[in-house]
């Protein structure tokens, strides 16, 4: 109608049979057009009840698939574990409480628990475990223990000899009270409600290890020292009692070694890298070296603005949480600090325990070296400048220093730092200063050495090059075996050792028994040999004896026939005589 009435408006049809057919043919594409329009609107709508409905189905499909996920998660893979971090000075349960973090992140129901030797103090910054429940215990210690339990690591640690765990006596004694306040409180009754699936115990608690055998509990072993000696491995734990008085040592109820012996699993903080004939070690033994770690991330100021300034590079220098550096004797501060003034164009971070170095005034500090109480050790690592980290040797410190491929200048302050340092030099990546012949003349030189020498570089890069070459993250493996061992417990594949130092222990006790046996022989031996030796001796002067003797005898019937023939020759020569004399008369 619509373009009938323009057509006609304008006069462009003139009769009414062009007018007619222009209007039927125009109807009859509206029809058309209405039609057409009607049956794309209804699948348009049918389209839009169809997508309704599947949006709607799919949604709600999803939402309950979502819901029995995550209630099949929470009841099949959800584990109880329990981890029982030391309230020793040293960073290991900085470490533990990462490891309780990331297990939290994996929906696990975690439990810390600790003993409070030393009352909490406010500090600017706690980084305090995410959906982990802990569990403190207060320990009323003595004012004079809690005194020198403050002092822990300060100057005695630099003079005592490598071994000398005189320092330790009185942690021990604390540790004791720990314990016994521990199993005099109700946290065995929570223990028991928690049930837990698995627990970790530090090597430096063996009151957890009482407890869970007590209880009878799956647990892993945690050693934060990492493998020391092939030899006293399976020993160590003894090793920590002898300072125990003998009423509180656990082994005249059962034997350390025994209850270690239940272990599920041994972790420790090192890596197959570091440690030599690894394969004669058993299965349970397993490295997780550098789980503690982070990855590097960017520096903040005022570290970033140091670092572009240190033009012969960064070095970082940190003695851990064992040591108190701020209570560094004087002399050794002295040592530090006139070396460190020697390397103008290097940037030094020192980790210390408080603001200032006791003794040492700040105009007395160099300006190349930054003395400070946080120390992003990670972080400063993995910057491009850094040249070198000076450290005692800490399992942590060296697990940073091979990832970040940054050689390290050793001075070992006690036995096992020296064990960790030595692997860490044979493989070409550290050098060895003994605190015995620490001067400023020798830290110099073995600081340039270092410094200049290009071997320690490239063999800290080559490990480190191999230490992050692996198909899973050192933490990952730690979680991925906790899971194991919590799921299948005694139904893992570690059920066919009886002890989880077997190999080594049956090892050591051959090696013992065989040199005994040696000896003996020897001793044997030699006894029956001396014997043998005094009956030929003795048979020898008898028959030397015998043989004077019938030489004698023989001498003796010479001399007494030679004494019966004289007489006889003589009548002979005498009768030879008379008969000549008559021989010649009858001539």
């Not at 993250?473 to 130092?501: A, C, Q």
């Amino acid at each position: 109608m619509i373009l009938c009435t323009s057509v006609s408006s304008y006069g462009l049809l003139e009769d009414d049979k062009s007018i007619n057919q222009v209007r039927f043919a125009a109807h009859s594409a509206h029809e058309k057009q209405r039609k057409t329009g009607l049956c794309h609107r209804v699948s348009q709508a049918n389209q839009r009840a169809e997508m309704f409905t599947f949006n709607h189905t799919f949604k709600a499909d999803t939402f309950w698939i979502l819901i029995l996920n995550a209630l099949l998660i929470y009841f099949v893979q959800s584990l109880k574990i329990i981890i029982f971090t030391p309230d020793s000075p040293n960073a290991g349960r900085e470490a533990l409480n990462k490891l309780a973090q990331e297990l939290a992140f994996r929906n696990h129901d975690v439990f810390t628990f600790r003993t409070l030797l030393l009352p909490e103090q406010p500090y600017l910054v706690v980084q305090r475990p995410h959906k982990v429940t802990e569990f403190k215990l207060q320990i009323d210690l003595p004012t004079e223990w809690i005194l020198h339990l403050r002092a822990f690591g300060n100057a005695s640690i630099w003079t005592t000899e490598y071994g000398d765990q005189k320092y330790l006596h009185l942690l021990w004694k604390a540790q004791v009270e720990a314990c016994s306040t521990t199993l005099n409180s109700d946290f065995l009754d929570r223990l028991r409600q928690i049930t837990p699936d698995v627990c970790i115990i530090p090597s430096d608690d063996p009151c957890a290890l009482g407890i869970v055998h007590a209880l009878k509990l799956p647990f892993i072993y945690y050693d934060s020292d990492g493998l020391q000696d092939e030899t006293i491995l399976s020993v160590r734990p003894q090793l920590f009692l002898q300072g125990l008085p003998p009423s509180s040592q656990f082994a005249k109820l059962w034997s350390m070694k025994q209850i270690r012996a239940e272990a599920l699993a041994v972790f420790v903080n090192t890596d197959w890298l570091l440690e030599d004939a690894h394969g004669l070690y058993p299965p349970k033994i397993i490295p997780i070296g550098g789980f503690h770690m982070d990855l590097p991330r960017p520096l903040f100021r005022p570290y970033n603005e140091s670092i572009d300034k240190a033009s012969d590079g960064v070095i970082v220098v940190s003695f851990g949480n064992r040591v108190n550096s701020s209570a560094v004797p004087l002399s050794v501060a002295r040592i530090f600090l006139q070396t460190f003034q020697k390397l103008p164009g290097c940037r030094i971070f020192w980790r210390i325990d408080s603001s200032t170095i006791d003794g040492i005034s700040p105009e007395q500090v160099p300006s190349n070296v930054n003395l400070t109480q946080y120390l992003p050790q990670v972080d400063l690592l993995g910057a491009r400048k850094t040249r070198m980290l000076i450290s005692h040797g800490g399992a942590q410190s060296i697990m940073e220093a091979v990832h970040a491929g940054v050689p390290v200048l050793g001075i070992p302050l006690i036995s096992p730092t020296y064990q960790t340092l030595r692997k860490l030099e044979a493989r070409g990546m550290a050098l060895i200063l003994d605190k015995s012949n620490l001067t400023a003349q020798n830290l110099l030189t073995a600081i340039l050495a270092v410094l200049r020498n290009k071997k320690y570089t490239l063999a800290a890069k080559q490990i480190s090059k191999m230490f992050k070459d692996r198909p899973i993250s050192p933490i990952d493996n730690t979680i991925h075996w906790i899971e194991f061992v919590g799921r299948y417990k005694r139904g893992s594949f570690f059920i066919y050792e009886k002890d989880i130092l077997f190999s080594i222990t049956s090892l050591t006790h051959a090696m013992f028994f065989s040199v005994v046996i040696a000896a003996f022989s020897l001793a044997y031996y030699y006894w029956m040999f001396g014997r043998k030796q005094c009956t030929i001796d003795t048979e020898d002067s008898n028959s030397k004896a015998t043989s004077t003797d019938s030489e004698i005898d023989s001498s003796e019937r010479t001399e007494d026939i030679s004494d019966e023939t004289i007489p006889a020759r003589r009548e002979t020569r005498s009768t030879s005589k008379k008969v000549n004399s008559l021989s010649s008369v009858a001539k």
